[in-house]
Nanobody
Framework: QVQLVESGGGSVQAGGSLRLSCAAS????????MGWFRQPPGKEREFVAA????????DYADSVKGRFSISRDDAENTVYLQMNSLKVEDTAVYYC???????????????WGQGTQVTVSS
């Protein structure tokens, strides 16, 4: 079992920045993928970014490339999502996810956090 706990959500004006954290506990093998999804109001959950724990290889949705950055801290067993140049359309509940296989859809991850709200105002 893998437990994921997100933090760092909040409200920010367009153009601002936020950093989300996801602390992992339980069985978190080094070959796992960890990442982020988001679910805007009234829409389906969508892939944002993922990172392979041992190699650091990362993947991003086109909508966030160049603005968001995913990273991990081995000592803290934590994954971060640095979000810069935020837009109103980035408003969503952001979920941390993990799985042994690479995921780019919400059907992929076997483990999920509880979600954290990010609100971007104009």
């Amino acid at each position: 079992q893998v437990q994921l706990v997100e933090s760092g959500g909040g409200s920010v004006q367009a153009g601002g920045s936020l950093r989300l954290s996801c602390a992992a506990s339980g069985r978190t093998p080094s070959n796992y993928y960890m990442g982020w999804f988001r679910q805007p109001p009234g829409k389906e959950r969508e892939f944002v970014a993922a990172i392979k724990w041992n190699s650091g290889r990362s993947d991003y949705a086109d909508s966030v490339k160049g603005r968001f950055s995913i990273s991990r801290d081995d000592a803290e067993n934590t994954v971060y999502l640095q979000m810069n140049s935020l837009k109103v359309e980035d408003t969503a509940v952001y979920y941390c996810a993990a799985d042994r296989f690479l995921f780019t859809t919400a059907q992929g991850p076997g483990y999920w956090g509880q979600g954290t709200q990010v609100t971007v105002s104009s």
